[in-house]
């Protein structure tokens, strides 16, 4: 049980991380209205709409090339030094922040808060599915995607009422505290084992609680031959477990960013706005992060007792149902019924229903199956690539959205979100396996 707290100890200090990267998400619903006003501008004059998307969107470019930066160096100089690369990235985005003078600079922040988003997810999802005991892995891995909202919630409550220098100066208190923390973190056990440090392997294992594991540990790696960069590469592909594992990944991912999530997060308060809706844009949005914070617990308290999957399904045909609700809404807005008058209430309770079901699973769930899918040796590699496909298809949907509301309309926009849970729910029904109570190494026999 000691060591247990060790893992939580280890744990909390890579989610202050997560902290950043949640705020860094949610950084610019709530900085966009301040850039369009004279007042509270940090800019000469205020931006244009077009210059409001890509401070949207711009995260998502840093946030495509991060991931593979950990890929690379997490095989050479290790999981630790990545996590300390990603922590400086964001000190010195909100460094940018604090001295903001010109549009370009906020293109600078938004590309460099998503290169250190980017080395620090992954990184910390390669580094906890390692390091965590089988027990409590899924538990461990999903509160990453739970702090990471907090961080978000954090934004949307503060940033409305400060100034845009003091956003700057918070974020940059927690990223120091983060990277003061992870030089306490001990190396990744498979980094050793890895590099045939078994002892220091072992001992970090111990040092985890995990003094059972040690034997399996290293002989997982005595049978693996000594791969070179280019072959872990090609072993994502060539070999049947690591493609099950990247499609899984992949496709999982991607349904993930359909259902218009990143949409909803990045313009959560100009969607009220625009459905003219009877509660003030800033405070439905604070609505929304609290409820999804609240909701991102459900995950981990059943994720390690009722399994992955079922808690996705449910998940996912709720998020069909709400978004398909929310689109109606919509319509019926678009074709003036008078009805509308009285259901103001609707956009933002429809919203509450996705956020609650969709972080109850669909948002936190696969992030923790990335951890426990692919190979040690293509681990950092196929979770780098899983995971910037899937932002690459939200990087898309982003920058299309409002192109889509107008000439699509609010509602077929969110009905084909809705369309795209109900393909995830049969993709997840037939092709999902379930990794729950699994060691890494049983659930790569049973991909394979």
Not at 258 to 275: D, E, H, P, R, Y
Request: with cysteine; charged share 10%.
């Amino acid at each position: 049980m000691e060591n247990l707290k060790y893992q939580i100890l280890i744990v909390s200090c890579l989610n202050i991380g997560q902290i950043i990267v949640g705020y860094s998400v949610g950084w610019s619903a709530p900085i966009i209205p301040k850039m369009k006003d004279v007042l509270d501008n940090p800019l000469p004059e205020p931006i244009t709409d077009f210059e409001a998307s890509w401070v949207g969107s711009l995260l998502y470019i840093g946030a495509l090339v991060g991931p593979y930066v950990t890929g690379v160096l997490a095989n050479l100089i290790g999981r630790k030094p990545c996590l300390i690369i990603g922590g400086f990235l964001n000190i010195i985005s909100y460094v940018l922040v604090v001295t903001t003078k010109n549009i370009a600079m906020v293109y600078a922040i938004r590309v460099m808060s998503g290169l250190g988003m980017g080395i620090t997810t992954v990184g910390n999802i390669v580094y906890i599915g390692e390091i965590a005991s089988t027990h409590i892995r899924g538990i461990l891995l999903t509160s990453t995607s739970i702090i990471g909202i907090s961080g978000t919630l954090l934004v949307y409550v503060v940033a409305p009422y400060v100034s845009y220098v003091t956003t700057g100066y918070i974020a940059l208190a927690i990223s120091t505290l983060h990277v003061f923390g992870l030089f306490f973190v001990p190396e990744s056990p498979i980094y050793h084992a890895m590099k045939e440090n078994e002892l220091t392997a072992a001992k970090t294992l111990c040092l985890l609680g995990r003094s059972e594991d040690v034997m399996k540990c290293l002989d997982a790696f005595k049978k693996q031959e000594e791969t070179t960069k280019v072959q872990d590469w090609m072993e994502i592909f060539t070999i049947k477990s690591n493609r099950m594992s990247l499609f899984i990944t992949f496709i999982l991912g991607a349904f993930q960013q359909l259902s218009g999530v990143a949409v909803v997060l990045f313009f959560a308060t100009t969607i009220f706005a625009q459905a003219g809706s009877s509660v003030e844009p800033h405070i439905a949005t604070i609505i929304v992060g609290v409820t999804r914070l609240l909701s991102s617990l459900i995950a981990p308290t059943f994720i390690d007792r009722s399994g992955r999957k079922i808690l996705l399904l449910i998940s996912m045909a709720a998020c069909a149902l709400s978004l398909s609700v929310l689109g109606v809404y919509f319509y019926l807005d678009r074709v003036n019924n008078t009805v509308v008058k009285t259901i103001g209430w609707l956009p933002l309770v429809a919203l509450i229903v996705y956020f609650f079901c969709y972080e109850a699973g669909f948002g936190t769930i696969p992030n923790a199956i990335v951890g426990e899918m692919f190979r040690t040796n293509v681990r950092s590699n196929g979770s780098a690539l899983a995971i910037t496909m899937t932002w690459l298809v939200g990087f898309v949907l982003t920058t299309s959205f409002t192109t889509m509301v107008d000439s699509l309309g609010g509602d077929v926009t969110f009905w084909l979100f809705g369309g795209s849970c109900v393909l995830a729910f049969l993709f997840t029904y037939f092709c999902l396996p379930e990794t729950k109570g699994k060691t890494l190494n049983e659930i790569q026999e049973m991909l394979s």
